[in-house]
């Protein structure tokens, strides 16, 4: 584990691991930011949750979800909900954000129907036949 960790990435070995945290460094902090900001608002999301609101992998945002966890900003609850995977995950808040607030729902406006235009005939023997 990094010494630095979980103010930056860390693994708890050598090779792939580490040569990842190594390359996510810039981009993990720029992630928790966002994290920190959307969770600010007073959701109560999971992990993945987390990664749905910000359209971005849970591969991403789950080790950062963790890293926030671990420094106090997150905060894990009693509640757990299913996640992608069908296991379930802890329901997490920001550590200022003692109210719940519910996601707005997405609003989706229906594109108008455009309605068929009215039958043309050329078989006008069809008609009066």
Known sequence: MSQNYPKSPGSKGGGASKDAAEQI???????????????????????DEIATQLRESVLA?????????KTGTLIKLKDRRKNVSGMTAHVLRHKDSLTAVDLPQPTT???????APPAMHTDQNALFG
């Open 109 to 115: 406006t229906a594109k108008p129907r455009r309605s």
């Open 25 to 47: 460094v810039t981009r993990a902090s720029k992630l928790r930011s966002a994290i920190t900001a959307l969770m600010a608002n007073g959701y109560r999301l999971t992990a």
């Open 61 to 69: 945002i789950r080790p950062r979800v963790s890293e926030l966890v």
